[in-house]
């Protein structure tokens, strides 16, 4: 065997050494890549499952607040439809409403004073009965004088109001 031979088969013996440890290195780099992604995908489904319950809480505080807004609406709703209708009359309207009260008010009290005096009226056959009959129409108009500012002032606290 010549030299270059032995020069040649210590070349494909080092040339096969060199292969194998490369061979073996790519395995290595192989494996720790295959090793890091299992790591990931690992770390990947415990995020996951830590996320879950948060996900499943978040639907379920989704469910209950629409559930209490729909509540709240209701309430507001019933609250709402309680408040007087005078409320959502225009200014003008209100104080219509108003005067024609003030007015209602004025005729029945008129109207019972002209009952009292027409009473004095047809009792006037007996002077004693007729002083008595005027002493109550003094009377009565003396009370009016006193209630119908208190009546006024009742009727205005209960539109406010």
Known sequence: MSETAVDREIDTERAAEVEGQCLEELQREEAQDQQGKLEKARLRGNHALRKEPNTQDHARLLCE???LQQVDLLRCRLAVNSFPAQIYQP???QQELRDEQQRDLEIAFQDTYTEESCMCCYSNSDALLLDVKRS????????????FPLCLLLVTMRTWM
């Open 65 to 67: 607040f629409e559930h």
């Open 91 to 93: 200014l003008y309207r």
């Open 136 to 147: 109550k129409v003094t009377w009565f108009f003396s009370w009016y004088q006193i209630l």
